[in-house]
T-cell receptor, first 109, second 112 residues
Framework: QKEVEQNSGPLSVPEGAIASLNCTYS??????FFWYRQYSGKSPELIMF????GDKEDGRFTAQLNKASQYVSLLIRDSQPSDSATYLC?????????FGSGTKLNVKP | EAQVTQNPRYLITVTGKKLTVTCSQN?????MSWYRQDPGLGLRQIYY???????DKGDVPEGYKVSRKEKRNFPLILESPSPNQTSLYFC???????????FGPGTRLTVL
């Protein structure tokens, strides 16, 4: 059974701080990894995806992938109250997606 | 406007009464997928389609059917719904993979 694990949270950080969200996956064959943000009552929306070991940056967001340790992380710099949402990690393996249950982030003003 | 649409958005039905949830995208995407979202379980993939007439099972396909006769449409069929299929359903599409998946607004289904 392929699994993607996330701490459900909530993770609380003050405005302006760095939020660090983590995700582990069980299948070494997983090829790509995605981070989605989902506001309450809304659809998930893609933040970024990563498929190579190392870091990938997009604005205030940095995704980090470590295939040897089978973890993916998302860093949010200068966190804003508007970043308060649930963050979903997903892996993509042979045409299928496997999502974690999500980490709820609260950014306090 | 580029979008994924789902209908209906809300549905309350009874056990055993066949239903179809429609999904349509106007972005000429090849990959389409259905998910269900339940509290504490996250999103789970039901079925996906790589292109017209090409569909395959996701992680939780039992009790569901799909078809992909046209590129833009990917309906989800519950031939005999049961209460354990009460959930929030999302359709999504993308050009290919790995790529950005665009999600529809969701369909909240209650089976009594």
């Amino acid at each position: 059974q392929k699994e993607v694990e996330q701490n459900s949270g909530p993770l609380s950080v003050p405005e302006g701080a760095i939020a660090s969200l983590n995700c582990t996956y069980s299948d070494r064959g997983s090829q790509s990894f995605f981070w989605y943000r989902q506001y309450s009552g809304k659809s998930p929306e893609l933040i970024m995806f990563i498929y190579s070991n190392g870091d990938k940056e997009d604005g205030r967001f940095t995704a980090q992938l470590n295939k040897a340790s089978q973890y993916v992380s998302l860093l949010i710099r200068d966190s804003q109250p508007s970043d308060s949402a649930t963050y979903l990690c997903a892996d993509y393996n042979f045409n299928k997606f496997y999502f974690g249950s999500g980490t709820k982030l609260n950014v306090k003003p | 406007e580029a979008q994924v649409t789902q209908n209906p958005r809300y549905l309350i039905t009874v056990t055993g009464k066949k239903l179809t949830v429609t999904c349509s995208q106007n972005m000429n995407h090849e990959y389409m997928s259905w998910y269900r979202q339940d509290p504490g379980l996250g999103l789970r993939q039901i079925y996906y389609s790589m292109n017209v007439e090409v569909t395959d099972k996701g992680d939780v396909p039992e009790g569901y059917k799909v078809s992909r006769k046209e590129k833009r449409n990917f309906p989800l069929i519950l031939e005999s719904p049961s209460p354990n299929q009460t959930s929030l359903y999302f359709c999504a599409s993308s050009y290919g993979q790995p790529d950005t998946q665009y999600f529809g607004p969701g369909t909240r289904l209650t089976v009594l």
